[in-house]
């Protein structure tokens, strides 16, 4: 998974003056003064919908087919999982029962990521923003952690 965000980096340039709306995960939980469930399904919610994103710009690439969207593929999905858990039991519901609120978290954080990527990519032919790198580090760090 480090082997990923060198790859984006090296491939991708990155805009350091990018219009960004989010802000960084890493500046996010620095933010916090204790790491509740909620703030884990936040942050587990971002992981899913940066990991979806990367495997989206990335799945048809011959060049990156495997090297970034199957490991981003595999993000999404235990980062999604991972949410849907913390959410059941913060809502005291089931994990089914919580599917659309989960779906709506996620699809509207990847909209972000989207929003930031078409930006980007106007001004400059990249995709990856900083805050986008910075997001993916930090989840491959977690990721890393889950193993």
């Known amino acids: 998974m480090k082997k990923l965000i060198t790859i984006i980096a090296l491939t991708f340039s990155i805009g350091a003056w990018s219009e960004e709306d989010m802000i960084s995960l890493n500046e996010y939980m620095d933010r916090q003064v204790n790491l509740d469930s909620n703030n884990l399904y936040y942050v587990f919610a971002r992981c899913s919908a940066i990991n979806y994103n990367v495997n989206a710009l990335s799945k048809n690439s011959e060049k990156f087919k495997d090297s ?31 599917k659309e609120n989960l ?18 990519y106007l001004k ?24």
């Open 124 to 147: 400059t032919g990249s995709y990856f923003t900083e805050t986008m790198t910075e997001d993916l580090a930090l989840c491959n760090g977690l990721y890393e952690d889950f193993d």
């Open 103 to 120: 779906k709506a978290t996620v699809t509207g954080m990847i909209d972000e990521y989207t929003t930031m990527s078409n930006k980007l």
């Open 68 to 98: 970034l969207a199957m490991p981003s593929r595999l993000g999404f999905e235990k980062f999604y999982v991972e949410a849907g858990m913390v959410l059941a039991s913060i809502s005291g519901k089931s994990i089914e029962e919580d």
